[in-house]
């Protein structure tokens, strides 16, 4: 392996893709120099310096974590509990074990505290693809403690990785919505919906695990149970190796895409109205989160369990 | 193997894309009918019966010839022999008997004829990419033999493979103004220059080989030296491995594009003016021909030589 790039010390990580390495104390310089470049570019931070970040529990949100509090963002952490078995016992632990030893804090809303039930149960009463229904349950969640909070911006640890075969997707499938709704930074579209951000769309992987394990930040590598199969891996193998042969093409492919071809996509104006159910902003009359929930026979207007750790 | 789904014959060929298996006489049947619907969708043959057809010998140009004769067109072929070693005389060779067992008119260039050197020696002195270089002199001969023998139509053998990873390639890279003439029928731009088909853009590769065993049609496997290692076959590998995983792909992304993406991306028009050597339309004051020839050492303005067979 390369020395570091900066110092000519001993390396802990070797990055193809920008062709340089790094030693701990240069990678961790590096690391929040992307986060802030990704900030900064995409005017994240426009609204002032206090942040909801959603955490999973996984390395990319704990970095993500992580690397907003060393900027000096008010970086809060919002932890919701799917209730599935271990995954999400060790998943949680993680997420209030980093806020007492970081002093910062975090909110967890339980699903089983609040719909009496979990993730898995209420994937298996809508017969729906997974990672879509629980994509949709934790947004209304968020958007819920958002405004019981009062949070203007939400920040999610989507790295380059998860962009890049997103994008791929989209493409592939032609889903010019959203393409056009595909940016680090989306301004916030209604006066109860938060802006939302992605920090770390110029960092992979590798880089968000290295940060925690250069940091000794824990995190739960346990893949969830529920998301076996899911299209987005093979998205994200197929990039991957294109990425091994052409370094850099992931960087090339998103960020061109930011800067050229996403300019050709323009969405459809959207226009919000109030769910009949629930009274959120919606397209629909009734919002999915409320459809889904009736599907599985689930109170939606249920109030949101939230502790404070 | 399934049964033939027209006659529940003896299977040639089960296609997964379009859940489908073929008896010889009717997956005949459903090749000339895939050309015939490219042909019409695209208004391809909007400027009369009379085409040529740039045939290189490989399976796809032959079964693109055969298909276009046996839907009673008028297609002519035309090959350019690039001199090089046993690939070039067998590529040839092919297309000479297939116009003599056919009865159909096949114009011949040869390079070395006309230039005194073949297209690995002109690659060589130009130091570019071989395909980038192969692919300018053969359109820019095409586009004499055009004009010598007053064809408004060319038609060339690209399948649903090579426009999917041609693409894929652009999409990585947001070559806006490739993604804007991406199209399997381009109306000539200018009185000199022909309009641009490609009938085959329905079909595969494993379905033009077919075409050409089911007819008996002889073809020349080999690969082009000079193309080794091109950037082309990473993106047809990764298009193939996400086809094996998600039957259909392939023809839902190159077919959306059509039909929702590619009205995204609006070219930049382009201003045709003759080129100061040679008087051919180009963008530049110097035409790319002129340049790459005049940096090979060779005359651009030597006679083509063509034979008719």
Redesign the interface.
């Known amino acids: 392996m390369r020395r570091c790039v900066k110092c000519k010390g001993e390396p802990v990580i070797d990055l193809k893709s920008t062709n340089a390495a790094f030693c701990e104390e240069h990678f961790i310089e590096y690391f929040l120099r992307q986060v802030g470049r990704a900030v900064e570019k995409y005017k994240m931070m426009a609204g002032g310096q206090q942040v909801l970040v959603a955490v999973s529990g996984g390395k990319d949100s704990m970095a993500l974590w992580d690397a907003l509090l060393s900027l000096g963002y008010e970086a809060d952490g919002l932890h919701i509990d799917l209730g599935i078995g271990e995954y999400s016992r060790k998943s949680r632990l993680v997420c209030e074990k980093f806020a007492a030893v970081r002093g910062a804090r975090l909110y967890v809303l339980s699903l089983v505290d609040t719909y009496g039930t979990n993730m898995e149960e209420i994937v298996r009463r809508t017969r729906r693809v997974s990672c879509s229904v629980c994509g949709t349950v934790k947004r209304y969640l968020m958007n819920m403690v958002v405004q019981q909070k009062g949070y203007r911006v939400v920040a999610t640890g989507h790295n380059l990785d998860d962009e890049t075969a997103a994008l791929l997707s989209n493409?592939?499938?032609?889903q010019?919505g959203y393409l056009a709704r595909q940016y680090p930074c989306l301004p916030s579209t209604h006066p109860r919906l938060p802006a939302r951000i992605k920090p770390l769309v110029r960092l992979g992987e590798q880089e968000t695990e290295m940060y925690c394990r250069v940091k000794g930040i824990e995190f739960w590598a346990g893949d969830c149970p529920l998301a076996r199969g899911a299209?987005s891996l093979?998205y994200k193998d197929?990039v991957n190796?294109?990425e091994d042969?052409?370094p850099g093409?992931k960087r090339?492919?998103l960020f061109?895409?930011w800067?050229?071809?996403r300019r050709?996509?323009t969405g459809e104006p959207v226009e919000l109205k109030d769910c009949s159910l629930c009274g959120q902003p919606t397209t629909a009359d009734t919002c999915l989160f409320c459809r889904l929930m009736q599907k599985a026979g689930i109170n939606p207007l249920s109030q949101p369990q939230v502790s404070q750790v």
Chains 1, 2 share one sequence.
């Open positions: 493409l592939f499938s032609w010019e299209t093979v197929l190796s294109l042969k052409m093409t090339r492919f061109g895409f800067e050229r071809g050709n996509f």
